[in-house]
């Protein structure tokens, strides 16, 4: 069964920056799906960050949320399984619940979806 | 850029009655691309339709999505104690690429 779990720092000093990652179990990571991360806040509520897929370069292709665009790094960790998310520079602005989820074979002409989602992580951003 | 607007923001129902969530784009959309979810307290989004009428995997058939153009809805026809949630509608488009509605908190009567 498709599992997803997020972990990293629950607390991250403003300016600094946010490092996530999502480990990745009972699929690849270098499968035909794209990795996203999500994060939701009580006032903006769900917001989507950026996504990874494993070909096209190296490091991957990404597609990230022109908001957040500058300040925002998705990798893969292939040996690991898993995906990481960074984000610097963060405010208090930052502070919301982080979730990884995956787009299972990408956005075909039919669909497109996260499915499934990790549990979560609560990241505040607080000196 | 597209923008996604859930009616009603609150919707108080009793288990048996029928529950109809609104989500209204801004601009045309394809179908192909709606989708909704279901987030409990504490939990993480599930899926619950895509491709604007299709269920996902264990979703009960007494929820369907159906809509067009820019007007979508999530019906649910008889509501059970364990569909009390936020529902939340999500659209792929162009940049940014991935777009949520604001929700719609499910809640008892």
């Known amino acids: 069964q498709l599992q997803l779990q997020e972990s990293g720092p629950g607390l991250v000093k403003p300016s600094g920056t946010l490092s996530l990652t999502c480990a990745v179990s009972?699929?690849?990571?270098?499968?035909?799906?794209?990795w996203n991360w999500v994060r939701q806040t009580p006032g903006k509520g769900l917001e989507w960050i950026g996504e990874?897929?494993?070909?096209?370069?190296?490091?991957?292709?990404?597609n990230y949320n022109p908001s957040l665009m500058s300040r925002v790094t998705i990798s893969l960790d292939k040996s690991r399984n898993q995906s990481s998310l960074k984000l610097n520079s963060v405010t208090a602005a930052d502070t919301a619940v982080y979730y990884c989820?995956?787009?299972?074979?990408?956005?075909?002409?039919?669909?497109?979806?996260?499915?499934?989602w990790g549990q979560g992580t609560l990241v505040t951003v607080s000196s | 850029e597209i923008v996604l607007t859930q009616s009603p923001g609150t919707l108080s129902l009793s288990p048996g009655e029928r529950a109809s969530l609104s989500c209204r784009a801004s601009?045309?959309?394809?179908?192909?691309?709606l989708v909704w979810y279901q987030q409990k307290p504490g939990q993480a989004p599930r899926l619950v339709i895509y491709?604007?009428?299709s269920r996902a995997t264990d979703i009960p058939d007494r929820f369907s999505g159906s809509g067009s153009g820019t007007d979508f809805t999530l019906t649910i026809s008889r509501l059970e104690p364990e569909d009390f949630a936020v529902y939340y509608c999500?659209?792929?488009?162009?940049?940014?690429?991935?777009?949520f509605g604001q929700g719609t908190k499910l809640e008892i009567k």
């Open positions: 989820a995956r787009v299972p074979g990408g956005c075909s002409a039919t669909s497109c979806f996260f499915d499934p």
């Open positions: 009972g699929d690849s990571i270098s499968s035909n799906n794209w």
């Open positions: 990874i897929h494993h070909t096209g370069s190296a490091s991957g292709t990404t």
């Open positions: 601009h045309t959309v394809r179908s192909d691309y």
């Open positions: 491709g604007a009428s």
């Open positions: 999500q659209l792929f488009g162009s940049s940014p690429m991935y777009i």
